[in-house]
Nanobody, 126 residues
Framework: QVQLVESGGGLVQPGGSLRLSCAVS???????????VGWFRQAPGKEREFVAA????????WYGDPPRGRFTVARDIAKDTVYLQMNRLQPEDTAVYYCATGVANHVASLNAYDYWGQGTQVTVSS
């Protein structure tokens, strides 16, 4: 089994920044060439949407529409941890942010991921 634990969420003012962490443990498949760790978010009443992902071995990042150049995804191989740096946050970024891992070609698809964390709340408000 694989466990993912998100952290770093909280309350931030518009224009502020947060860095989320996703610690991956257990019997992971990160050594697979197609292994990826993705970030998704879900606001109340909305579907879960793709935010960003990174290929573990190649360090290739992928970004969805919501970041609009404001987010950066990175990974630390030694710590089995993926980060999501979020800058210039806006109220519409308010959501529960989830990380997930899996082995697939389409990193933006929910179906690409086998394991999910419990999520961390990000609230952007003055």
């Amino acid at each position: 089994q694989v466990q993912l634990v998100e952290s770093g969420g909280g309350l931030v003012q518009p224009g502020g920044s947060l860095r989320l962490s996703c610690a991956v443990s257990g019997r992971t498949t990160l050594s697979d060439a197609d292994a990826a760790v993705g970030w998704f978010r879900q606001a109340p009443g909305k579907e879960r949407e793709f935010v960003a992902a990174i290929r573990w071995l190649s360090n290739s990042p992928w970004y969805g529409d919501p970041p609009r150049g404001r987010f950066t995804v990175a990974r630390d191989i030694a710590k089995d941890t993926v980060y999501l740096q979020m800058n210039r946050l806006q109220p519409e970024d308010t959501a529960v942010y989830y990380c997930a891992t899996g082995v697939a070609n389409h990193v933006a698809s929910l179906n690409a991921y086998d394991y999910w964390g419990q999520g961390t709340q990000v609230t952007v408000s003055s």
